[in-house]
């Protein structure tokens, strides 16, 4: 997509006469080098904006798919204009996977609601299909949010400085993945009395399990950024984890259809429709999707999120 976008520039000022004012534009957003559809992008945030305002239907019930689709094109387009790489424009194929890879591995958080119950849905379409079909396109949002935001944060020069590296030892992988194994198992067998209060094991559980095996298959793994003493893409990823869910829930709380929470902790402290504990959850939650989509993966030594 990349060489398609490059070849296409000239053309787009070519034909113009050169005392042309259009030309002129055009030339200083070549210049720019921001791609048309991180325009788009902004575009349909402004237009999420303006549907709330306006109170208009059906438009307030696509809130959350409709302003995330918008943030990730805005956020694509920023990091190419900054880094001259792009999720879309590079790894056009690999932003098409992470689509359907959002959705299956979000999946799998629902069914831990089963058990816990911490949050639901409410003011949904009526007609199942149209439900469902929200359902897809939001939770596709989810990893490409997530990843595009962390790839911002890394350029950070406090995040590219490296650093004294640990030990990692099969003493220390083995205990994480015996912790991670309980972690996600206790929400399962525990009474519900026990199991709301077992979200943070959830949060947490599959980054202790699966980084260690990504680790040991030679995979991307965080534990092997530490090994090095390169904790950069830790700590983007922790800052993009806390400003998705900043905007996730703010978002949230202005949509016709949203979620809930069902927080039994402080739960009646809230920022938003989020409990405020509730916040602490999301940057872990950005490192267990980093995680969980390496486990996945086809190309194992090959990433989006770079170190810098």
């Known amino acids: 997509m990349r060489r398609w976008w490059s070849g296409l520039k000239p053309f787009m000022i070519s ?9 002129y534009f055009l030339g200083l ?16 945030i402004a237009l999420v904006k303006l549907a709330l305002a306006l109170d208009w239907r059906p438009w307030t019930v696509w ?33 098409f996977l992470m689509l359907p890879l959002s959705v299956g591995l979000w999946e799998i958080f629902e069914g831990y609601n089963l058990f816990i119950r911490n ?15 929200g359902y897809a396109w939001s939770f596709a949002t989810i990893i490409p ?23 990692v030892t099969k003493g220390m992988l083995y205990s994480f993945i015996f912790c991670g194994a309980v972690f996600l198992v206790l929400p399962l067998i525990s009474p519900f009395r026990y199991a709301r209060y077992m979200a943070a094991l959830v949060w947490a559980g599959f980054a202790l399990l699966l980084d260690p095996i990504n680790y040991l298959r030679g995979r991307e793994s965080i534990l092997r950024d530490w090994e090095r003493g390169e904790y950069g893409r830790f700590a983007a990823l ?9 905007l996730w829930e703010f978002w949230n709380y202005w949509a016709a259809a949203k979620w809930i929470y069902d ?12 409990p405020v ?9 950005a490192v267990e999707l980093f995680v969980m989509y390496n486990a996945l993966r086809r190309f194992p030594l090959q990433t989006y999120i770079s170190k810098g």
């Open 15 to 23: 034909g113009l006469p050169k005392s042309s004012s259009l030309r």
């Open 63 to 95: 809130t959350t798919p409709v302003a995330w689709t918008g943030y990730i094109f805005f956020m694509d387009a920023w990091n190419y204009r900054l880094r001259g790489r792009s999720l879309v424009m590079d790894r056009t194929r690999e932003f």
């Open 238 to 246: 922790l800052l993009a984890g806390l400003i998705c869910g900043v």
């Open 29 to 44: 957003y070549m210049r720019w080098n921001f791609p048309l559809y991180g325009y788009f992008g902004i575009g349909l």
């Open 263 to 274: 927080v039994p902790i402080l739960g009646n402290i809230k920022l938003f429709e989020m």
């Open 119 to 133: 949050w639901h849905y409410v003011g949904l379409p009526e007609q199942l299909w149209v439900r469902y079909s």
């Open 145 to 167: 949010a997530v990843f595009e935001t962390a790839e911002w944060a890394i350029g950070w020069t406090p995040f590219r400085r490296p650093r004294r590296g640990i030990k």
């Open 277 to 285: 504990l509730g916040f602490l959850g999301f940057p872990p939650f």
